[in-house]
Structures are given as C-alpha cells and as structure tokens.
C-alpha cells in the first residue's frame, strides 16, 4: 500500500471511529421519527381520544375468561345461591395442607371483617360495626359449603365479592378453615 493509500485508509478510519462514537447517557440519534418508535402511551387511568368511551382501560369482552380461570354455572342472586348450595360439594377435604392454606387465605382477606376466630371482631368491624359478621356461628354452620362458595364468589349483604381476589380452589380451602373456627365456637369441648 502506498503511503497516500495509508493516509486515506488512516483518515477514514479516523472519521468512522469518531461518527461512531456514543454518549450512552443519551438516547440513540434517530434517521426517521415515526410512530412504530415513538408511540402515544396513554396512562391507565387517563382519558383516550381513540376509544369510543374515551378510556384508556377497556372492560374485557363478554364471556371472557381470565387466563387460569374457571366460569361457575351459578349467576348472583338467592334463587342462585340456594340451587349452589344443593349441587355444590367441596372437593377438598380438610386435610392438615387444605387448613394450613385455608387458614392463611382467610387471615389475609376474611379477619380483617370476621375476626381471627370468626367472630365478627375483625379490625374493620371494630370501626364499623355494621361490617362485622359472625362467620363462626351456629347459622353459617348450618349453610351447606356450595352456599357459602356462593356468598365467597358474589358477595352478600356488606360482604364485597372475592372472585376477583381468590381461585376457587382457595375459596373452598377457606371454607374448611372456616368450619373449624365454626365447630370451636359452636362446640368448645369436642375433642380436635
């Protein structure tokens, strides 16, 4: 190579390194600005010219069903909640794994209303009484577990529903902590 060729193949060099040097403390240099990189994100809870109803948060299409979800066959209602009480069954029993679960389900979304031991002592219902209600007692005993499924599912009275919150599997396991909180209330004496 010639000393001229060295000097041009060394110059381009120079300028290739230089062209492509980066401050990575910022973003990279941009032919075209479109939309495909630049897109208009709208936050959750913001208003959105694109829809309809102009919300950015979409309600999901009838029927759908979340991923892992199952549908229950029952809809909200007391015709409803009497017919799950006569055709559900829980399929869990009440082994020392379902309790340990069961109980942990219900200390973290049911105490707060009904209380450690399901007497309706709970720190919300210390501040409103209305909220609390015996779970322990002898006529939520007597409910079959399918109704109780039901009311855990939908909601009742100034119960919120917590299908939203807990699977079904653990809606059943709170129900078989729950009936030994029950039977320790209603029959203190019966050996465990």
Known sequence: ???????????ALAALLWAGRRDYRKPNWRVFWDDMAYSPAYASQSSNPVFRDGRTEQL?????????GQTLAY???????????????????????????GRFVYQNYCAHC?????????????????MGFPAASEPIYQMPDGTL?????????NMPAHA?????????????YLRVLQRRQI?????R
């Open 149 to 157: 499924f039901h009311i855990i599912t939908y909601g009742n009275n």
């Open 114 to 130: 009904h209380g450690l031991q399901g007497l309706g002592d709970g720190p919300v219902a210390q501040l409103h009484p209305e």
């Open 60 to 68: 999901p299409p009838d029927g759908a069903i979340a991923r892992g």
């Open 1 to 11: 190579m010639s000393r001229k060729g060295a000097l041009v193949f060394a110059a």
């Open 187 to 191: 029959n203190p004496d019966e050996k």
């Open 75 to 101: 809809g909200p209602g007391d015709e409803e909640r009497d017919r799950a009480g006569r055709e559900l069954k829980n399929p869990f029993a009440a082994t020392p794994e379902n309790l340990a679960r």
């Open 164 to 176: 939203s919150q807990l699977s079904a599997e653990d809606r059943w396991k709170v129900i078989d």
